[in-house]
């Protein structure tokens, strides 16, 4: 069974090979996504953010049932906040601010309960969790080493948010020589206007971060090659 598939996306086809390609999920967290949480309480409308949970999680499935490295991220910081600088502590006038307690515990803050992944995304004990504690997902974690460890060149990139933190790893990726593929579907902002553009700059220019295509378009390029046989 071939690894490599072509993958029909914008700006154009790209060829991935199965065996070098990761999916990176990011910050599918209860602070972002649950009503009452850390994101409704900044004035978002949460159920935009929602929609994007069952398309990714039948790509979760899907990625699993091949073998697929998955990596989950979450961005938080240490409880005594060191790790959060003023300048992201303290931007804007939000009624609570990361570290504060909320509905779900204190906000953004590691081993609180809205701070871990959304029940339907939950990692598995054998995936990667990636605690970062900016927007990007490579900034002071150790991901650059466990995509080398395993030999990844390609990201299928999902999460949340698109112009926020999506964006901000894609960049970060490209810039370190890795081919995105920013799953349409299996992104999501609060604003509607920040989530067609913010797929549209992916593609732009002739594709300057990556690609984007949706889930629908990768499940059966997925589906159709043999599980990896677990090893003996
Ligand atoms: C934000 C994120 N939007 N995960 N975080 O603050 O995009």
């Known amino acids: 069974m071939p690894t490599t598939v072509i993958l029909d996306a914008l700006p154009g086809p790209i060829e ?18 649950l009503p009452g949480g850390f994101g409704e309480t900044l004035g978002n409308d949460v159920s935009q953010l929602q929609r994007v949970v069952e398309p990714l999680a039948a790509l979760l499935d899907a ?27 303290n931007r ?24 871990d992944i959304i029940d339907e995304l939950a990692p598995l004990d054998t995936e990667v969790v990636i605690d970062k504690p900016g927007k990007g997902a490579f900034y002071a974690t150790e991901l650059s080493k466990v995509l080398a460890d395993n030999e990844i060149t390609q990201l299928l990139v999902t999460g949340v ?22 799953v349409s579907d299996c992104v999501g902002s609060y604003f509607p206007d920040f989530q067609r553009v913010g797929l549209e700059m ?5 594709g300057i971060f990556g690609w984007t295509a949706p889930g629908t378009a990768i499940i059966p390029l997925l589906n159709g090659r043999a599980p990896v046989e677990p090893a003996v």
Do not use: W
């Not at 804007?92 to 906000?107: L, M, N, T, V």
């Not at 992916?202 to 002739?206: D, H, N, T």
């Open 161 to 182: 948010t698109t112009e926020v933190c999506v964006h901000t790893t894609t960049r970060e990726a490209n810039d370190r020589g890795f081919e995105c593929v920013v």
């Open 63 to 89: 990625a699993r049932a091949v073998g697929m490295l998955v990596i989950h991220t979450r961005e938080g910081h240490l409880p005594d906040l060191s790790d959060c600088p003023p300048a992201k502590l």
């Open 92 to 115: 804007g006038q939000p009624s609570k601010r990361i570290g504060d307690p909320g509905a779900f515990g204190r906000i953004l803050i590691r081993g609180e309960y809205g701070h």
């Open 202 to 206: 992916i593609a732009a220019q002739g």
């Open 16 to 33: 991935l090979d199965l065996d070098q390609t990761a999916l990176i999920i990011i910050d599918m967290q209860r602070d972002f996504l």
